[in-house]
Antibody, heavy 121, light 111 residues
């Protein structure tokens, strides 16, 4: 059974760095892309980027390019979403999801439970 | 403002059918056969219901169906059940630079 288990909620201050994780099980980590999706209250879903763990090839949404970093550790089947300097506007729930990426399109078939990130100014 | 336009709300009685629309442009919905739909219950992660316009993942009831005409995609839920009450989001490719764009979501209420 496919599972994506994310790290717990975080409370941070503006300017701080943060790294949240997504550990997968139930399938071969290196055979599928992993994506990250942001959900802000009342504003719906935003795709942030995807990574292919086998070679760490990452593709970012134009809206998030340069704002976050996505990485993966094949040895522990875990993907990461990282910020070097948080802003209050980063307050949101972040989901990781197994991703099918092909023909300049992607969809997400299994999702983590979400990580709430709260950033105070 | 979301790239794709969905009605904020939709409703139907148990057993009825309801259709949720997702309107984009020729640069996204109209230009690709890659529309997905996600269901999200309160406090839960989204769940994939439809991909590639009209394909259902394993385990999704055939009461859920998808279609597309021009720049508008649709999700139809037939034989409404109480558990169908949730938020529904559409998604489409918008080209090589931005291959996932979402709609703003539709809250489906089962009366």
């Amino acid at each position: 059974e496919v599972h994506l288990v994310q790290s717990g909620a975080e409370v941070k201050k503006s300017g701080e760095s943060l790294n949240i994780s997504c550990k997968v099980s139930g399938y071969s980590f290196t055979n599928y892309w992993i994506g990250w999706v942001r959900q802000t209250p009342g504003k719906g879903l935003d795709w942030m980027g995807i990574i292919y763990p086998a070679n760490s090839d990452a593709i970012y949404s134009p809206s998030f390019q340069g704002q976050v970093s996505i990485s993966a550790d094949e040895s522990i089947s875990t993907a990461y979403l990282q910020w070097s300097s948080l802003r209050a506007s980063d307050t949101a729930i972040y989901y990781c999801a197994r991703t099918f990426y092909y023909d300049d399109s992607a969809y997400f078939d299994f999702w983590g439970q979400g990580t709430l990130v709260t950033v105070s100014s | 403002q979301s790239a794709l336009t969905q009605p904020p709300s939709a409703s139907g009685s148990p057993g009825q059918s309801v259709t949720i629309s997702c309107t984009g442009t020729s640069s996204d919905v109209g230009g690709y056969h890659y529309v997905s739909w996600y269901q999200q219950h309160p406090g839960k992660a989204p769940k994939l219901m439809i991909y590639e316009v009209n394909k259902r993942p394993s385990g999704v009831p055939d009461r859920f169906s998808g279609s597309k005409s021009g720049n508008t995609a649709s999700l139809t839920v037939s034989g409404l059940q109480a558990d169908d009450e949730a938020d529904y989001y559409c998604s489409s490719s918008a080209g090589s630079n931005n291959f996932v764009v979402f709609g703003g979501g539709t809250k489906l209420t089962v009366l």
